[in-house]
């Protein structure tokens, strides 16, 4: 995914939608905890990437619509200021990492037990190889 698309997915959920969810609660909340940060990181760059410009005055207004407004060049009097965010310092995401692993309501085994699939997609398979040989009689 480009910087755009990616932007979405963590601003607006796209891709993935609202209602997006694992198989656990302790995962959801991770990963609610996780797209938030980068979320969080991603509105604070594109904030640096592309400051606020002043506004004209009223007389500044009046020179643009001349023609004869001549804009000053910007001094810039104060840094950008630093705006610690979680996903700085992955001691944050370290915690929230172990409060997922260390969460009382994860599924229990029987609502989450391993599934083998491979006896399904077998039978898919056959039906599928079937089918293209039931075509191909046909055909001659």
Do not use: N
């Not at 904030?47 to 009223?58: D, L, Q, R």
Request: charged content about 30%; hydrophobic content about 35%.
């Amino acid at each position: 995914m480009g910087g755009e698309a990616r932007q979405f997915l963590f601003s607006h959920k796209g891709y993935i939608g609202r209602d997006f969810q694992l198989s656990s609660p302790p995962l959801d909340r991770w990963a609610s905890g996780a797209i938030g940060a980068v979320k969080e990181w991603i509105e604070t760059e594109i904030a640096k990437a592309s400051p606020k410009k002043p506004e004209m005055t009223f007389k500044e207004k009046i020179a643009y619509g001349r023609g004869t407004f001549r804009p000053s060049l910007p001094v810039e009097t104060e840094p950008t200021p630093m705006v610690p965010r979680v996903i700085d310092d992955h001691e944050a995401m370290a915690e929230l990492f172990t409060a997922c692993l260390e969460a009382s309501d994860w599924p229990a085994p029987a609502d989450d037990e391993p599934q083998d699939i491979l006896p399904y997609l077998l039978a898919q398979e056959k039906a599928k190889r079937a089918l293209e040989l039931e075509g191909e009689e046909e055909d001659i």
